[in-house]
């Protein structure tokens, strides 16, 4: 395995960006292997615990690309010219598929994230969902519908506004705009034809779980099709790693060969 550390100039974000690639060897070679790599493309919540993601890719012969963006929700931020949707959409795939021995297939691209990523995972995953054939969404920060409630009842404090209004643009559209997932995900499914494939998980004690219920539970109303599961943890790496490596073991293993990790 190789960790490279990369920085580029992002036309979409105006600066330097930070990534961290994982690309996996052949083992007893030094050499890569010669066919494109299935890549797993992680919007992760700044934990550098790396070590399963490690085995993760090694066992799934799997590159893995980490963006370090300043994440904003990975939302395209019109009002100040940030547009971090179309750079993890179009600029970083682009990017690190002409640099990286990548496979230019949907089916071998995955968009995964933790927490905010997660959000960001889900936005993108349904935004582009040409370019990214697999979502994989845990612990997701799915934050809309209350900032939409809060500031409907005038509860949401002058700072909070005011980061939400930078992010999310006018609030009193936010209900109908392609930045609330629900309404991505209605005009996705009934202008598509692509096959959708989203992986959704959550802790019992995770603060969030209670929104990621009710957003699968949306997707289950409106025929969206997806997985949704539930373990153990609260919003930690712990219950990541688990879920990350069961979300992946059901794309890339065959049924009877599953990865085994130290609880």
Request: with cysteine; glycine share 8%; hydrophobic share 40%.
């Amino acid at each position: 395995m190789a960790w490279l550390q990369i920085n580029f100039f992002s036309d979409c974000l105006r600066r330097l960006v930070p990534l961290k690639v994982l690309l996996p060897f052949a083992l007893g070679t030094h050499q890569p292997e010669k066919k494109p790599f299935k890549t797993v493309y992680l919007l992760h919540n700044g934990i550098d615990d790396y070590a399963s993601i490690e085995e993760i890719a090694r066992k799934m012969n799997l590159a893995v690309v980490i963006p370090f963006c300043q994440h904003a929700f990975f939302v395209d931020m019109e009002a100040s010219g940030l547009m971090y949707s179309q750079f993890i959409g179009r600029e970083l795939v682009a990017f690190t598929r002409k640099l990286f021995p990548l496979s230019c297939r949907r089916e071998d691209t995955v968009l995964a994230g933790i927490s905010m990523g997660g959000f960001g995972a889900l936005h993108n995953g349904l935004k582009h969902y040409a370019v990214f054939g697999h979502t994989i969404a845990l612990s997701s920060a799915l934050v809309v519908r209350g900032i939409i409630e809060s500031a409907t009842d005038g509860k949401l404090g002058g700072l909070n506004q005011s980061f939400f209004e930078t992010v999310f643009g006018d609030l009193s559209l936010l209900h109908k705009s392609d930045k609330t997932p629900e309404v991505l995900a209605k005009k996705i499914l009934e202008n598509s034809d692509c096959p959708l494939d989203f992986y959704l998980a959550c802790g019992y004690n995770d603060l969030l779980v209670h929104e990621n219920r009710k957003f699968s539970m949306y997707l289950k109303s409106i025929g969206f099709p997806h997985s949704y599961e539930e373990g153990p943890g609260s919003h930690e790496w712990h219950f990541w790693d688990n879920f990350l490596r069961r979300g992946l073991e059901r794309l890339f293993l065959p049924q009877k060969q599953k990865l085994s990790f130290p609880c």
